[in-house]
Structures are given as C-alpha cells and as structure tokens.
C-alpha cells in the first residue's frame, strides 16, 4: 500500500526567500504524485502534478517540485515566497494499481513572515 | 459553473445522533471521494466510490456510511458509532478519463462538531 510522509508540519519563512516543503512517498509500483494547496476554511486546489516524462514539474504561482524516483520523493520549492502563499501545503500520491485511491500526507503549513 | 457543493457548511449534533453530510458534483465524474481533516493529521481517507452503485472502504471507514445511488451524488453518514467525529469533512470527485483524469476536485468543506 502507498503512503506518503511530509517530514516538516510547519516551515516559517521571511518573505522573498526561497522554501522547499519535503515529501517522501512508498509503494511498491509506479505512482503518480501531487501537491495541493489549503487557503484557510476552504477545499484544496492543485498545484502541480507528475504523471510521467520530465522529473521536473512547474505548477501555479511560480511552485515547482522535481520527482526523484530513487530517493522516492517529490519536493516542493519555489525560489521567492510571498505572504499570499500562506496556505498549508498537501502532497498525495496515487499508484497505478490501486485504482482510485488517493492517499494525502499529513501537510506542511507555511507561515511567511514580513 | 461546474463544481462540487457540500452542505451544510457548518453542522453541529450532540453525541448519540447521526448526521449526513451532502455531496452533490455536477461535473460529470465517475469517481467521488470523503476524506477527514484533522489537525496535524492531514486528510486521511474515508470512503471512496468509482461507479454508480459501488464503493469501497478507505483507510478510517469505521463508524461511516456511503450510498452512491446517482452519479452526482455522494452522502457521508457519519454514526454514532464514530467515537471521535468532531472534524472538517471534504467531498472530492475525479473524472475517469481525459486532460484531467488525475486530477481532483475539492468541496469547500462541511465542519461537524459534536457537542
């Protein structure tokens, strides 16, 4: 069964710097994986998403995040922040056999300070 | 516009009763999906359903309960069996195939507490 970690549940940051928010994911096949954002008392919206080809993917709001099958992760960076991207950050991961199960992590929130 | 309506937005019930949280998509997907949000939890997942008239147990289904009668709809019945349902419900839906085939579509959420 798939399962995903994200290492930090909160990441302070100033703004203008740059941020990498972790994700480590396991499973025993081939996976398609996920980073979604939560803006406060609302639903989640996608980011961005690696589903095959280039390990580097670009997302909304400047967001990348590079899939590293080796080292099983899929972090998240965007090289200068803003105090609109104060949100809680999801990674989720879906493995080709399971259908349609999709499993989130338990989310990083990002605080950007002035 | 399409999209995913939960409602009520906010519910509260005393302990003992059971409460059913409304999903309606009018997107045309085949999947529909109940995830629970607690804090520093993450969503951890509850039910899912990938067709009409069937649908399978997540990894918290305990004292939950689903129908998938229509495809535009997916009720959450949450029981008095759940021990701890005080928490932040979010409805998501994902189409079977095309462009956005992985990609899901989130409800703004139902917030239950239970007193």
């Known amino acids: 069964a798939q399962s995903v970690t994200q290492l930090d549940s909160q990441v302070p940051v100033f703004e203008e710097a740059p941020v990498e928010l972790r994700c480590n994911y396991s499973?025993?096949?081939?996976?398609?994986l996920f980073w979604y954002v939560q803006y406060p008392n609302q639903g989640l919206q996608l980011l961005l998403k690696y589903l095959s080809g280039s390990t580097l993917v670009k997302g909304i709001n400047g967001f990348e995040a590079e899939f590293n099958k080796s080292q099983t992760s899929f972090h998240l960076r965007k090289p200068s922040v803003h105090i609109s991207d104060t949100a809680e950050y999801f990674c989720?991961?879906?493995?080709?056999?399971?259908?349609?199960?999709?499993?989130f992590g338990s989310g990083t929130r990002l605080s950007i300070r002035p | 516009d399409g999209g995913i309506t939960q409602s009520p937005k906010y519910l509260f019930r005393k302990e003992g009763q059971n409460v059913t949280l409304s999903c309606e998509q009018n997107l045309n997907h085949d999947a529909m999906y109940w995830y629970r949000q607690d804090p520093g939890q993450g969503l951890r997942l509850i039910y899912y359903s990938q067709i009409v008239n069937d649908f399978q147990k997540g990894d918290i289904a305990e004292g939950y309960s689903v129908s998938r009668e229509k495809k535009e709809s997916f009720p959450l019945t949450v029981t008095s069996a759940q021990k701890n349902p005080t928490a932040f419900y979010l409805c998501?839906?994902?189409?079977?195939?095309?462009?956005?085939?992985?990609?899901?579509?989130f409800g703004a959420g139902s917030r239950l507490t239970v007193l």
């Open positions: 989720a991961v879906r493995d080709y056999s399971s259908a349609s199960k999709i499993i």
């Open positions: 998501a839906s994902l189409p079977g195939q095309g462009k956005g085939a992985n990609v899901l579509t």
């Open positions: 499973s025993s096949v081939s996976v398609y």
